[in-house]
């Protein structure tokens, strides 16, 4: 089965720039769609394709895909980035495959 | 607006069964796969299964294969998931969730409902 590896938690200081990484075999031969959810809330569509922004998104959120690696970047952190964040792909042996989760920490 | 409501929820013991259900509004729903999420307490999102717009494909993860059925009536803007020999790792809140394809699935979920709780105890 296709496993998608992210790290627990990334920290950072309001106003850089956090990076979250989601690590698969040969991602980048996939699509990788990002989700941000807060606590008590249901997950919401930050990136899709990669680097497309649904409508509503910040332009802060943006997103790259390559290798054995994906990364969700976000700018200019704000506090209300607080959140967790998911990768996911669509695997033909798998199907639907989500990333443990990272917890962003805005410090 | 799109709108997802699930309901259906609720305390069940091991082995028992349950059927869920998602209202959907402000899309053609008859157009849209659909896929049921879910997410243990504490856990992270785990996909569940995914039924083409006209129900012709299904797709189940291998942890409710054999126990889960995922269905829909377009007639009446509803999706399903009947879910049979509960296990206490079921125990979750599940997600509906509508497929950003139309006709053709893109195979990742642009709008989410805000879930209903299943626990599985004795």
């Known amino acids: 089965s296709y496993v998608l590896t992210q790290p627990p938690s990334v920290s950072v200081a309001p106003g850089k720039t956090a990076r979250i990484t989601c690590g698969g075999n040969?991602?980048?031969?996939?699509?990788v769609h990002w989700y941000q959810q807060k606590p008590g809330q249901a997950p919401v569509l930050v990136i899709y394709y990669d680097s497309d922004r649904p409508s509503g998104i910040p332009e802060r959120f943006s997103g790259s895909n390559s290798g054995n690696t994906a990364t969700l970047t976000i700018s200019r952190v704000e506090a209300g980035d607080e959140a967790d964040y998911y990768c996911?792909?669509?695997?033909?042996?798998?199907?639907?495959?989500f990333g443990g989760g990272t917890k962003l920490t805005v410090l | 607006q799109v709108q997802l409501v699930e309901s259906g929820g609720g305390v069940v013991q091991p082995g028992g069964s349950l059927r869920l259900s998602c209202a959907a509004s402000?899309?053609?729903?008859?157009?849209?796969?659909m896929h049921w999420v879910r997410q243990a307490p504490g856990k992270g999102l785990e996909w569940v299964a995914f039924?083409?717009?006209?129900?012709?494909?299904?797709y189940y993860a291998d942890s409710v294969k054999g126990r889960f059925t995922i269905s829909r009536d377009n007639s009446k803007n509803t999706l399903y998931l009947q879910m049979n020999s509960l296990r206490a790792e079921d125990t979750a809140v599940y997600y509906c969730a509508k497929d950003s394809g139309i006709a053709v699935a893109g195979y990742y979920f642009d709008y989410w409902g805000q879930g209903t709780l299943v626990t599985v105890s004795s």
């Open positions: 040969n991602i980048g031969s996939k699509s």
């Open positions: 402000g899309f053609t729903f008859s157009s849209y796969g």
């Open positions: 039924i083409r717009y006209d129900g012709s494909n299904k």
């Open positions: 996911q792909v669509w695997d033909s042996s798998s199907d639907g495959v």
